[in-house]
């Protein structure tokens, strides 16, 4: 992190971490996300999944399921899809990146008869998205968002909770012929980071068994997008 800051270094690239073992050690933070925004001074980082054919932003990270509805707020979702537009505009090229933000709820609330998050909260943040000129939709189910990015109607899918957007991602990279591998790449820092997809994989450590594609994945796209 020194290293880039001090202009030493163009991107850090991190592996997999232990988080409940690192909690039980006494580490504060509950990934690498926050620990690296507060090592940069940032306070509301994004999570991010790109490099593969199937591009996953998430507006909370690391939070029980249950506390999701009461920390989530337009501004939060606003902030997110904002990050991914500069993001996809910026250090990857895309002049006119589409972005689909799911519902939270089943079928994004069914109007109002599976939740009222999706109307009240969401809604009018995607609102204030095309108001500032970004090409956002939803929000949308689940279903149909991720559906649009393999269908190539979208670049970019704006998950409301950390497994909302994962496991399709995960799934879908694996089943999609010839994916390449995605990369967690953390948007609003002052330096470049990525790291690998997965966790630490204990079951298998020492075997020779590992599959090392995230991290040459995350190499490649840190090489990418850090600065000349």
Same mark, same amino acid.
């Given at each position: 992190?020194? &290293?880039?800051?001090?202009?030493? !270094? !163009?991107?850090?690239?991190?592996?997999?971490?232990?988080? =409940?073992?690192?909690?039980?050690?006494?580490?504060?933070?509950? +990934?690498?996300?926050?620990?690296?925004?507060?090592?940069?001074?940032? *306070?509301?980082?994004?999570? !991010?999944?790109? +490099?593969?054919?199937?591009?996953?932003?998430?507006?909370?990270?690391? /939070?029980?399921?249950?506390?999701?509805?009461?920390?989530?707020?337009?501004?939060?979702?606003?902030? *997110?899809?904002?990050?991914?537009?500069?993001?996809?505009?910026?250090?990857?090229?895309?002049?006119?990146?589409?972005?689909?933000?799911?519902?939270?709820?089943?079928?994004?609330?069914?109007? +109002?008869?599976?939740?009222?998050?999706?109307?009240?909260?969401?809604?009018?943040?995607?609102?204030?998205?095309?108001?500032?000129?970004?090409? !956002?939709?939803?929000?949308?189910?689940?279903? &149909? &968002?991720?559906?649009?990015?393999?269908?190539?109607?979208?670049?970019?899918?704006? &998950?409301?909770?950390?497994?909302?957007?994962?496991?399709?991602?995960?799934?879908?990279?694996?089943? /999609?012929?010839?994916?390449?591998?995605?990369?967690?790449?953390?948007?609003? /820092?002052?330096?470049?980071?990525? +790291?690998?997809?997965?966790?630490?994989?204990?079951?298998?450590?020492?075997?020779?068994?590992?599959?090392? =594609?995230?991290?040459?994945?995350?190499?490649?796209?840190?090489?990418?997008?850090?600065?000349?």
């Amino acid at each position: 992190m020194a &290293a880039c800051r001090g202009g030493i !270094a !163009a991107a850090v690239v991190t592996g997999p971490i232990h988080k =409940a073992r690192l909690a039980h050690r006494g580490f504060p933070h509950p +990934g690498h996300t926050e620990f690296l925004a507060e090592l940069c001074g940032v *306070t509301e980082p994004v999570m !991010a999944f790109v +490099g593969g054919r199937i591009r996953v932003a998430l507006v909370t990270v690391h /939070l029980p399921l249950s506390q999701v509805p009461a920390v989530l707020t337009s501004r939060q979702v606003l902030h *997110t899809v904002r990050a991914a537009d500069r993001a996809l505009r910026g250090p990857l090229n895309l002049p006119e990146p589409r972005i689909v933000v799911c519902g939270l709820n089943p079928h994004a609330g069914d109007e +109002g008869l599976l939740g009222h998050e999706d109307a009240s909260v969401i809604a009018p943040a995607v609102a204030a998205a095309i108001e500032e000129g970004i090409v !956002a939709s939803g929000p949308v189910s689940v279903e &149909a &968002a991720f559906r649009a990015m393999v269908l190539g109607r979208a670049e970019l899918v704006v &998950a409301m909770y950390h497994d909302q957007g994962l496991a399709p991602l995960k799934a879908l990279e694996v089943a /999609l012929p010839g994916s390449p591998r995605a990369v967690n790449w953390t948007l609003g /820092l002052p330096i470049v980071r990525c +790291g690998v997809d997965h966790g630490t994989a204990d079951d298998i450590a020492g075997e020779g068994i590992a599959d090392p =594609a995230s991290m040459a994945a995350a190499l490649a796209l840190a090489a990418r997008l850090a600065p000349i």
